[in-house]
């Protein structure tokens, strides 16, 4: 059925629906969108260094930036939209989600054209999207090696207390093991389902590295699992994934295995080297330091 205007032609009625109603197909995206607050520490030196070393960068476990906005103290990065939000709203493992950290570290550290130390891993900067995958993001203090380098020092220590390596925290040196010993941290968390920095135990004044090495050594490790987790979990998964983040986050950076190592312990069965004593440890329980104090 045709309907047409009075006074006015079929031909001519096309062309006018075609004036008015022209139109452009464009591609819809879902976009999440990172204001920097006015009184974060970070300015326009870290903003524009996130966007330089991200815009460079392509993998399946690093988050993709569409673009960003500066204008007068207005700051914005456009992330593309992760529905699952960060890990750190997440309190269950997913040896999935921990691979895949490390495999997108694995291309930081060694198969990209640049060789990109982190320095501020966390679980608020692991992304998730719909299907689970991780996704690492906040590149704003990352730094860029060239060559064969893979070690320097800074005056300026930037990151996330909880999560910073020994040597880098006291001695501004970084290098592929400082993430790897923030990737340590953010294993035993996924297990645990609370963060290092915070964590309070009745009976010792560990931190969670500490709590995790208390019991690795009782081999009591399966305690140090999320009540919320239940019986759902995969035991020797679970084992596996305590004992590589422990090795994870030894004290020295030599001690500590690459991320390549870690993708190959992650996939087989087979034996795992004895972990050190890691970083931050204290060793001491609420009940001894009474009596210390006592004395």
Same mark, same amino acid.
């Given at each position: ?23 452009? *197909?464009?591609? #819809? ?21 996130? #966007? ?25 990065? *456009? ?155 995969? #035991? ?60």
């Amino acid at each position: 059925m045709t309907f047409q205007a009075r006074g006015t032609s079929i031909q001519e009625e096309t062309q006018l629906f075609n004036r008015t109603y022209s139109y452009s *197909i464009y591609r #819809v995206h879902e976009i999440a969108v990172k204001r920097l607050a006015k009184t974060s520490t970070q300015g326009l030196y870290e903003f524009k260094n996130e #966007v330089i070393s991200i815009s460079r960068l392509q993998h399946r476990n690093l988050v993709k930036l569409f673009g960003c906005c500066i204008e007068g103290t207005e700051k914005m990065l *456009i992330y593309e939209y992760m529905p699952n939000k960060g890990l750190d709203s997440f309190l269950f493992a997913r040896y999935h989600i921990i691979n895949g950290i490390a495999r997108g570290l694995v291309y930081l550290h060694q198969d990209s054209r640049l060789r990109i130390i982190h320095r501020d891993l966390k679980v608020s900067n692991i992304l998730l999207d719909k299907d689970m995958n991780p996704k690492i993001s906040d590149f704003g203090m990352a730094i860029t090696f060239g060559g064969n380098q893979i070690e320097a020092n800074t005056n300026r220590v930037v990151g996330t207390y909880g999560y910073m390596a020994p040597e880098y925290a006291g001695d501004g040196i970084f290098s592929i093991k400082s993430d790897v010993y923030s990737f340590g941290v953010i294993m035993l968390e996924i297990v645990c389902g609370e963060k290092n920095r915070g964590f309070v135990h009745k009976e010792h004044c560990n931190n969670l590295i500490g709590y995790a090495w208390e019991l690795h050594k009782e081999d009591k490790s399966l305690q140090l699992v999320a009540k919320c987790l239940g019986e759902s979990i995969n #035991v020797s998964q679970v084992l596996r994934s305590i004992h590589i983040g422990l090795l994870c986050v030894q004290h020295h950076p030599e001690d500590r295995p690459t991320m390549t190592s870690v993708i190959l312990m992650l996939g087989s069965e087979g034996p795992l080297p004895s972990p050190k004593e890691p970083g931050f440890y204290i060793g001491k329980t609420k009940h001894d330091t009474t009596q210390s104090s006592s004395s």
